[in-house]
C-alpha cells in the first residue's frame, strides 16, 4: 500500500510548487499591472499635454507667463489661484487639524478620542459634490451676509470666491491631516512625555515644546498630502470660486476685495472647458498641460512627503 | 548679617517670585490652550453635525416611494441608484483582482526592494492624483478612439468604448485601485508573523499559507477595506463626468448593457445643480440625502463590521 501512496504524494507536492510558483508570477504581474496603469497615465496626458509646445508653438513663456492667449486670460491666473487655495487652505485647515489631532492623543478621554477620530474618518467619506453643494447652500450665503453687513453695501460681494473655496478645501482636508498627525503623535515614545512632565513642564509646555517638534516631520507629511488634495479638488472648488479670470491678489487689490473676489484655478477651468473642446486644437492641447502640470505638482508632492517621512524619528 | 548675605536673600526671593510668576502664567497659558483644544474638538463635531442634519432635513421633504422606484428623472433616481451600484460592482470586479493581488505581493512576496519603492511611489502618486486627471484619462484611452501618440511604426488609439458604464467602471478602477492596494495590505499586515511561521513550519508552501492562513486571517480587514474603498466610489463625481456620462433614462434604469451610459447618483447631484429644471431643487435634496446616507452607512458599518468579525475570527470580545 505504501508504494502505491508515494508517488501520489510526489504530485501532490509537484502540483503544490506548480502552484506556488504561479501565485508567486501572478501577484507579482497585479503589482506590475499598477506600476505600469501609473506609467500610461503620465505617458498618455504627457503625450497630449507636450502638443501645446510641439504642434502649436506656444512658447512656455507665453503659455505660463501671458495674460492675452487662453479665452484671454492667461494661466497665470489658474496657476497663481490654486497656489493661493492651497496657502489659504492650509492657513485654515493646519492649526485646527493639528489641535484636534493634539486633542485626541492627549487631553480626550479615550473613549471621546476614538468618537472624535470616528468623526473625523467620517468627514473623509463625504464625497465632493456634497461638500460644493454645503458651500453653494450655506457657505456662500454666510460670507455674503457677513462681509455685505460689515461694510454696509448689500452688493460689495456675491460670497462667491476663494475665501468660500478655501473654507471648503480646508474641511476636505482637515480628516487628511488630523489622522496622519494623530499617528505621528502616538508614534511618540511615553518616555518624552513624562520626562516633560517630570520636569515641571505644563500639559501644554509639553505638546509645544516637546511633543510637537518630535511630530513635526509626521505632521508635515499630512501638511504635504493636504496640499496635493486641494491642488487637484475639482468639483467642490468648481461651484464655489466664481470662475472669473482675476488674478487673485493683483486684480483683486485694484477692487479692494482681497480674499473675497473671484477667480478660477487649474481644477476649475480644465472641468468647465474640456467638454466645449470636443474638436481638438490648441484650447484643448493646453487643457492637457494643465491636467500634466496637475499630474506632475502631486507626484513631486508625494516625492518630498516621502523624503520628509524618511527623515522621521519616530514612525 | 553682611550686606552681601542679605543681598543674596534678596535676589534670590527675587528669582522665585519670578519663578513663581513664570509658573502662575504657564498655568494660565494651559488653561487657554485647553479650553481652545476643546472648542476645536467641539466645533467639527458640532459642523459634522450640522452638515449631516441639514442634509437630512433638506432632503426629507422630497423622499417617497415614487422617488426611489420611479425611472423617470423628473420624478424619481431609480435609474441613478441602479447605475451606481452596477457601476459599483463592475469596479470592485476589475480592482480586486488588481489591487488585492498587488497587495499581497507587497506584504507577502516582495523581495525586490528597487522594484517595492517603484511601486510605492506609484501607489502614492495615483492616491493622490486628482479625480478630474483620471477622468480626462479615461476619456483619452477608454472612451474616445483617436490616435493618442505614435513612435515609429506603432500608433496609439483610445479604445473607443464611448461615454459607456465599462468606461465609467475601469476609470473608478483606476482611480481606487490605490486604495484597496494600501487598505488591504494593511490587513494582510496586521496578520501575526507566528502563523506564517506556523503554517511553513508544516511544510506548506508560500502560496498555501498565503490563500489557507494569512488570507483567511485577514478576512475582517479585507472586508473592511473593500467598504471602504465602495463609499469612496459611491462618491465619485469628477471622474465619472469624462467617462459614464450622463443620460439616466426610464429605458436604462434596469438594463445592464455594458454601452449604455451610466449616471450615478453622484453626477445627477452635479447635473441637477448645473443644469437646473422645475423642481430639481428638489430633486437635488433628496440625491443628497440619499448619496451621504450610504456613504454613511458604508463607512459606518466597515468599522462595525470589521471589529465585529475581528472578534468572531480571532474568538474574542473587544
Partial sequence: MASVSLPKQRTARTSSKVWDLAGNIGVLIMGSIVVLIVATIFIFVGSQAFQTFTVDHISPGTFFFSKDWLYSQGTLVLTVGSISLVVLGLLIAVPFSVGIAFFITELAPPWLGRILRSIVELFLGIPSIIFGLLGVAIVIPLIKNIINSITGDKYFTTGDGIFAAAFIVAFMVLPTITTISVDAIAAIPRELREGSLALGATRWQTILKTLLPASLSGIMTGVILGAARIIGETIAVALVIGGSPQIFGVDHL???????????????????DFPNQAKGGPILDSLWTLSFLLLSISALLVFISRAVTARSVYK | MSASSIATIKTIE?????????????????????????????????????????????GLPFISRDFFTSGNPAVGIAAQLFNTFYLLILSLLIMIPVGLGAAIYTSEYARNQRFLRVLRFAVETLTSAPSLLIGLFGFLFFVANIKIFSVGPITVHGMGLQFSRISGALALAVLNVPWLLRTSEDALRAVPGSLREASLAAGATKWQTTFRVVIPAAIPGLVTSILITSGRVIGETAALIFTAGAGGSVKDAFNFGLDRPGETLAY???????????????????????????????????RVLGSFLNNRFAGRRA
Fill in chain 1, 254 to 272: 485694484k477692487s479692494g476685495q482681497l480674499f473675497i473676489g473671484t477667480t478660477s484655478v487649474m481644477t476649475t477651468q480644465i472641468f468647465h
Fill in chain 2, 14 to 58: 527675587a528669582r522665585a517670585k519670578i519663578a513663581a510668576n513664570r509658573r502662575a502664567r504657564a498655568r494660565i497659558y494651559d488653561r487657554i490652550a485647553t479650553g481652545t483644544l476643546w472648542g476645536l474638538a467641539g466645533i467639527i463635531t458640532i459642523v459634522f453635525l450640522y452638515i449631516v442634519t441639514y442634509i437630512i432635513s433638506k
Fill in chain 2, 268 to 302: 445627477h447631484a452635479y447635473s441637477l445643480y448645473s443644469e437646473p429644471s422645475t423642481n430639481s431643487e428638489g430633486l437635488r435634496a433628496g440625491t443628497s440625502l440619499v448619496l451621504i446616507v450610504l456613504v454613511l452607512v458604508i463607512n459606518i458599518g466597515a
